[in-house]
């Protein structure tokens, strides 16, 4: 589909450069960084935990969208929950892309406690949030409660 709409690659691309720069440079400053997942098995594998980030928060958005906008499901439920967690997880996003250029521009190296104490909670959320949002849909599907 994204192949037949080239407007929507020009549109999503300096979003998705600026987005995931963002969020990886505010990750660094909160103590992400690269971790060796697999010692003793693949001691040579690394990744770079920031990613997470920009992945996670961006990507339950773009679900919690969908789900509102498209009428997915049919519960008033589901769509109100998909409705404010998207506004929720979007401004999110804004504030941690404002945070990580105040903070850069600043001149800082590493983030306050606070903001660190935020950041580290977002995997969770956002893991709590999508499974959340998928059982409604689910439920709402099923005719369950």
């Not at 909670?121 to 099923?142: I, K, Q």
């Amino acid at each position: 589909m994204i192949l037949t709409r080239p407007w929507l690659v020009l549109l999503a691309m300096p979003a998705f450069v600026a987005i995931w720069s963002g969020w990886v440079g505010l990750g660094e400053l909160t103590g992400f960084g690269t971790v060796h997942p697999l010692p003793g098995i693949a001691d040579h594998f690394s990744i770079n935990t920031a990613i997470t980030l920009p992945i996670g928060v961006e990507t339950y958005a773009a679900y919690a969208l969908n789900i509102w906008l498209t009428g997915h499901t049919h519960t008033p439920r589901a769509r109100r929950f998909a409705k404010w967690s998207a506004l929720g997880a979007l401004t999110l996003g804004a504030l941690g892309q404002v945070t990580f250029h105040i903070m850069t521009a600043a001149g800082m190296t590493t983030a306050p406690w606070p903001i660190t104490t935020l950041v580290s909670c977002l995997p969770v959320v956002v893991l709590g949030c999508g499974a959340g949002l998928r059982h409604l849909v689910h439920a709402g599907e099923s005719g369950q409660k």
